[in-house]
């Protein structure tokens, strides 16, 4: 079992759809970080988040560290939205980021 | 303020052939990160340099793979030679080093193909 689980694998929806992801751990961290990866592969940072909530345009990211777990919604998809959503923890004490494997978002016109 | 840049975008090589990955991080972060992405699944570190010291490259498989990064700054990644199974798009990312929550900072990456 890995040790971040994201879910949903793959997840398609129609323009305008809200739109969420979710990512559990099982180990103690001090940040999560949410990444978006387009087709070409290179990766961008999203939200690095420690606690509560985080918004940037449409996308809001939210962690509850009691639960191990974090959300991503994006409000008003948009078909640019479509790429691979990776969820990234950074346990405790260390600078090793865990990875998911990522959610496949498909937003379609 | 300039990313981390990568090159080549694309390889598409032959099996036992040899390959090398340039990467320059965002100028002043003292770490850097070499990532190895299979089609699927999360980025797997390979190695972490704190400027031009390794600080752990334990999942490196060190029989044809090996990196540098003499000046603590851009770095290379080299795999000699290639397998099938290595396949993959080749992250490297940068941050500051500071502190261990500093944000990563990743650049476009490498898709390598080995055929």
């Known amino acids: 079992k890995n040790e971040v689980e994201q879910s949903p694998q793959n997840l398609t929806a129609q323009e305008g759809e809200f739109i969420t992801i979710n990512c559990s751990y099982s180990?103690?961290?001090?940040?999560l970080h949410w990444l978006q990866q387009h087709p070409g592969g290179g990766i961008v940072s999203l939200f690095m988040?420690?606690?509560g909530k985080k918004k940037h345009g449409r996308l809001i990211a939210t962690i509850n560290i009691q639960e191990k777990h974090s959300s991503l919604h994006i409000t008003a998809s948009h078909p640019r939205d479509s790429a691979v959503y990776i969820c990234?923890?950074?346990?405790?004490?260390?600078?090793?980021?865990?990875f998911g494997t990522g959610t496949r978002l498909q937003v379609f016109p | 303020e300039a990313g981390v840049a990568q090159s080549p975008r694309y390889k598409i090589i032959e099996k036992r052939q040899s390959v090398a990955f340039w990467c320059n991080p965002i100028?002043?972060?003292?770490?850097l990160y070499w990532y190895q992405q299979i089609l699927g699944q999360g980025p797997k570190l390979l190695i972490q340099?704190?400027?031009?010291?390794?600080?752990?490259d334990s999942q490196l498989p060190k029989d044809r793979f090996s990196a540098e990064r003499l000046k603590g700054v851009d770095s290379t990644l080299k795999i000699q030679p290639a397998k099938l199974e290595d396949s993959a798009v080749y992250l490297c990312?940068?941050?500051?080093?500071?502190?261990?929550?500093?944000?990563?900072?990743f650049g476009p990456g490498t898709r390598l193909t080995v055929l």
């Open positions: 990312a940068s941050s500051l080093g500071l502190l261990d929550g500093d944000t990563q900072y």
């Open positions: 180990v103690g961290i001090s940040a």
């Open positions: 988040l420690s606690s």
């Open positions: 990234a923890a950074l346990p405790n004490n260390t600078d090793k980021l865990i």
């Open positions: 100028s002043g972060h003292a770490t």
């Open positions: 340099f704190q400027n031009n010291g390794v600080v752990d």
